[in-house]
C-alpha cells in the first residue's frame, strides 16, 4: 500500500524535484503519480510551501540584519565609555 501522504510531504516540500522523479523513487507509474497529484491540488500546494519558505528566510535575513546593526551600536557605545 502506497503511502499518498508521505509522497505528497515530499513533493511539496521540493525534493524530488519533478513528478517523474517521484514516480521513479516510489516504482509508481508516472501516469499514476501525475493524475494523483492533480487530483490532490500538488503544484498548488507545493507553490504554497515554497512561497512560506521564502517569506520566513526573508524575515529571518531581515532579523540578522537588525542583529548585526544592534552590535555594531553596543560596539560603538562601548568605545564611547
Known amino acids: 500500500m502506497r503511502d499518498w501522504y508521505y509522497i505528497e510531504q515530499e513533493y511539496i516540500t521540493g525534493y524530488p524535484k519533478t513528478l517523474k522523479e517521484l514516480a521513479e523513487k516510489y516504482n509508481i507509474p508516472e501516469s499514476t503519480m501525475k ?14 510551501y515554497m512561497e512560506r519558505s521564502l517569506r520566513v528566510v526573508s524575515k529571518n535575513n531581515e532579523i540578522k540584519a537588525m542583529i548585526e546593526s544592534l552590535h555594531r551600536v553596543i560596539e560603538y ?5
Open 77 to 81: 557605545l562601548k568605545e564611547l565609555t
Open 35 to 48: 493524475n494523483h497529484a492533480s487530483r490532490k491540488n500538488w503544484k498548488k500546494k507545493r507553490k504554497a
